[in-house]
């Protein structure tokens, strides 16, 4: 059965730093494209990075120059590092094939809080 994990998430200040990360089991993963995905209280799921399977990235606006998707095969890994975060970063993070998600394995996400 396809699993979707991510970890990662916590508390941090503004201008920290959290690196996210999704583990991915039940599909051949080296074939997919790859998206980070995030959702704030009252508002729908939003993309914020994507990665081919050939590793070519894009990223939302509000993320570009701070936010860097990677991803290793071999582990079946798909991560997420956040730096210079904002306050408007908060949000539940998840994972999910890009650009056609498995709407069945959206999981729980892991929770990112920028506060002071």
């Known amino acids: 059965q396809v699993q979707l994990v991510e970890s990662g998430g916590g508390l941090v200040q503004p201008g920290g730093s959290l690196r996210l990360s999704c583990a991915a089991s039940?599909?051949?993963?080296?074939?997919?494209?790859m998206g980070w995905y995030r959702q704030a209280p009252g508002k729908q799921r939003e993309l914020v990075a994507s990665?081919?399977?050939?590793?070519?990235?894009n990223y939302a606006d509000s993320v570009k120059g701070r936010f860097t998707i990677s991803r290793d095969n071999a582990k079946n890994t798909v991560y997420l590092q956040m730096n210079s975060l904002k306050p408007e970063d908060t949000a539940v993070y998840y994972c999910?094939?890009?650009?056609?998600?498995?709407?069945?394995?959206w999981g729980q996400g892991t929770p990112v809080t920028v506060s002071s």
């Open positions: 999910n094939r890009w650009p056609n998600g498995l709407p069945d394995y």
């Open positions: 990665i081919t399977r050939g590793g070519s990235t």
């Open positions: 039940g599909i051949i993963f080296r074939i997919y494209g």
